[in-house]
């Protein structure tokens, strides 16, 4: 036995020293990258018109949470937060255009589940907003809670989760509510403003923003507390470019490591004189952690500049001082009672 393992340990040696030599091999850019590059700009599949997540103003300048993951991908790649090309993109047609190609990166307050994740080929690159599905109704109805909707009319978009989650909810609870689907949101807007629908359901945080924008008064209606799903949203990218795939992925885990050490879109340039550790591989200032990711070294510093940090983005967005006025709640940061927990950067 002891020959034989004299026999074996060359070759068991040869295999050590090949995998560490992979683990610290600089990333080589992807196919999608080099087109990006090629063309100077980002495809970007948004929302039609969801303020608060993206969401064109009259000169058609885009903003939102779903925006600025765009803004900030397109300045680690361009070196430029502009260079993005935005195709506003239904429920119905999100996932085909991201097939297709016809965008980089679909960042479209989409729900990360198991059938999209496995059967459409892409892959979800993080959690940007922790979501619940919830019920709108008009304060005159008088209804308090999702439970209160028994034989109800609820309006619903088709081509979501949506729309299985109310039929779901609906047969566990007895409750017989009557789904009036529409194909599209301005449809389902419209159906439930007209007073077609006894109800509304979406996320709570699309209701929050569909009632600040297309109510004529939105104190007249009530999103009910109750919520009856999970709803992790985030971007998601093609399937078949591992390199597209990092970079998306880490320059949003950048962007939550960066509220959670303080580095701000106006301070950032400050923090390049810290003495911690961790700002210093955030920022480039001490290991190259960009060579890993086929990206130079100030790849992280380049998206905080763009965009800010997640808090500010969250806080401009869609946060209590926004028009959405959405608590941070779930989003919070890991060490103040959310989600929001980011693998190191190192």
């Not at 609870?173 to 007209?194: C, G």
């Not at 340039?269 to 480039?284: E, H, N």
């Not at 200032?285 to 808090?311: C, F, H, M, P, Q």
Request: hydrophobic residues 40%; glycine residues 8%.
């Amino acid at each position: 036995m002891r020959s034989l393992s004299r026999l074996f340990r060359p070759t068991w040696c040869l295999s050590v020293l090949t995998a560490m030599t992979l683990l610290t091999s600089p990333a080589h850019a992807g196919k999608t990258i080099d087109a990006i590059k090629a063309r100077g700009s980002l495809n970007c599949g948004v929302n039609t018109n969801l303020p608060g997540f993206s969401a064109a103003d009259s000169q058609g300048n885009w903003a939102g949470l779903d925006v600025d993951v765009c803004k900030a991908v397109a300045a680690t790649l361009l070196n430029d937060a502009n260079k993005v090309k935005w195709t506003p993109l239904n429920a119905a047609q999100r996932f085909a255009v991201l097939q297709s190609g016809e965008i980089d990166i679909l960042s479209r307050n989409t729900t990360w589940t198991l059938n999209r994740d496995a059967s459409l080929g892409l892959h979800f690159t993080g959690t940007t907003y922790y979501d619940g599905q919830g019920f709108m109704v008009t304060k005159k109805s008088k209804i308090t809670s999702a439970k209160s909707l028994k034989g109800a009319t609820v309006c619903v978009q088709s081509g979501t989760t949506t729309e299985k989650n109310l039929n779901d909810f609906s047969k566990v609870n007895k409750l017989s509510i009557k789904p009036v689907v529409f194909d599209t949101l301005e449809a389902t807007n419209k159906a439930y403003f007209s007073g077609r629908c006894q109800a509304y359901t979406t996320d709570a945080s699309g209701l929050a923003s569909i009632r600040n924008k297309e109510a004529s008064n939105p104190d007249d209606h009530l999103i009910l507390p109750d919520l009856i799903s999970k709803e992790p949203l985030g971007p998601s990218v093609r399937r078949g470019d591992d390199e597209f795939f990092a970079i998306v992925k880490w320059v949003v885990f950048a962007l939550i490591e960066a509220e959670e050490y303080g580095i701000t879109q106006a301070n950032v340039d400050t923090f390049k004189g810290s003495a911690d550790p961790v700002v210093q591989r955030i920022l480039g200032t001490s290991e190259d952690t960009g060579k890993l990711l086929g990206l130079d070294k100030e790849w992280a510093y380049r998206a905080i500049k763009a965009v800010g940090n997640y808090g500010e983005m969250f806080e401009r967005h869609v946060g209590p001082k926004s028009n959405l006025k959405l608590p941070r709640g779930l989003n919070n940061q890991w060490n103040k009672g959310g989600l929001m927990y980011a693998p190191p950067v190192r």
